[in-house]
């Protein structure tokens, strides 16, 4: 069966330091890959997808990047953390269009 | 532009107390409606997808049923570890790729023992 790792699950870092969030997929091969972030009481807002190899795509324009150096390894990078990063980050995969996306459990990410 | 609301924002139920939890969208042509569970501090836990309208799916006290405008989630008799925020989601035809999953903001269910 397909798992889903996240790490770390809690991170405090102080304002202006760099981040490195890392997921991994287990039980398949190729998958759709995101992350997500979660404010406290707002819905999921989707921040980046990949589909293949080195291939990102960013929705939204902001203070972090994402790459893809394995096929089941997706990473959450930032060179400067604003205070405004700070959020629940959630990284997802699914097995193609029309299928549902499975998550892991999240990182809490403090920024202080 | 494609929208999901779900309702009511929040549900305070008996154990045992049966209702229904509502997701309603607007998007220019379902791929597929999933919802999902999730507990505090965890990621969504997916529940069941459905395609068309008059589709049901069943997991023990859980049944999702579609229309071409929203989709329920009825919960039969729950019990307190069925508590938590339930979330729906949609993929319209125009996306390729899963990019565009929209979430709606979720129902946060407690039910009382």
């Known amino acids: 069966s397909q798992t889903i790792h996240q790490w770390p699950a809690t991170l405090v870092q102080p304002v202006g330091s760099p981040l490195s969030l890392e997921c991994t997929v287990e039980g398949t091969s190729n998958p759709n890959l995101y992350w997500y972030r979660q404010a406290a009481g707002r819905g999921l807002q989707l921040l980046f997808y990949s589909v293949g190899i080195g291939q990102i795509s960013s929705e939204v324009p902001q203070n972090l990047s994402a790459s893809r150096p394995q096929d089941r390894q997706f990473i959450l990078s930032s060179k400067k953390l604003l205070l405004s990063d700070s959020g629940f980050y959630l990284c997802?995969?699914?097995?193609?269009?029309?299928?549902?996306?499975?998550f892991g459990d999240g990182t809490r990410l403090s920024i202080l | 532009e494609d929208q999901v609301t779900q309702s009511p924002e929040a549900l305070r139920l008996q154990e045992g107390e049966s209702s229904s939890l509502n997701c309603s969208y607007t998007v220019s042509g379902l791929r597929g409606l999933f919802w999902y569970r999730q507990d505090p501090g965890k990621g969504p836990e997916f529940l069941f997808t459905l395609y068309s309208a008059g589709e049901e799916k069943e997991k023990e006290r859980l049944k999702a049923t579609l229309t071409k405008k929203e989709s329920f989630l009825h919960i039969t008799a729950p019990k307190p570890e069925d508590s938590a925020t339930y979330l729906c989601?949609?993929?319209?035809?125009?996306?390729?790729?899963?990019?565009?999953?929209?979430f709606g903001p979720g129902t946060r269910l407690s039910v009382l023992p």
């Open positions: 989601a949609v993929q319209t035809y125009r996306d390729n790729y899963g990019q565009n999953f929209v």
């Open positions: 997802a995969w699914s097995g193609g269009v029309g299928q549902p996306q499975h």
